[in-house]
């Protein structure tokens, strides 16, 4: 017995191989290697470590008043812009990505496309990001900045 491809049968394969190739992409396996807590520009998943316990960024000292310090490897930056008070935000760029540069003139600038974010609040001071930085969660105590 012969069987002929008609077009109705290569229509429905590839339709059930598109298929199958959409919800394994979409799929939300539990087992991802941890990259839904990396990607995360909040480090929620950080957030449940008790206050003061978290992983030491700096000291008080290190952090300029009106101005801030980039952490690379963290992926934070924290800033000072009054004296005593210390925000964090994610040093991941919300235009493209790109890890954030500098620290200066009471911004925080991205050197891919020129984006400033204000280091009192991350809102944006310069385009073209469009979207502030998401805050961090740090603990400041006994002269020593941590990440919560």
Do not use: W, Y
Request: charged share 20%.
């Amino acid at each position: 017995m012969t069987h002929e491809t008609t077009r109705r049968t290569v229509l429905l394969a590839t339709g059930a191989t598109g298929a199958v190739a959409l919800v394994a992409a979409c799929g939300g396996g539990g087992d991802d290697n941890g990259s839904a807590a990396t990607d995360s520009p909040t480090g929620e998943n950080a957030t449940s470590a008790p206050a003061g316990q978290g992983e030491e960024l700096a000291s008080t000292g290190e952090i300029p008043v009106g101005g801030g310090k980039i952490f690379k490897d963290e992926k934070v930056v924290v800033t000072q812009p009054e004296q005593g008070q210390f925000k964090a935000f994610s040093a991941i760029c919300t235009h493209q990505r790109c890890l954030l540069g500098s620290v200066s003139d009471g911004t925080i600038n991205c050197p891919c496309h020129g984006s400033k974010f204000r280091i009192a609040d991350g809102s944006v001071a310069n385009g073209p990001a469009t979207s502030p930085l998401p805050a961090e969660r740090i603990t400041v105590e006994g002269g020593s900045v941590r990440l919560v």
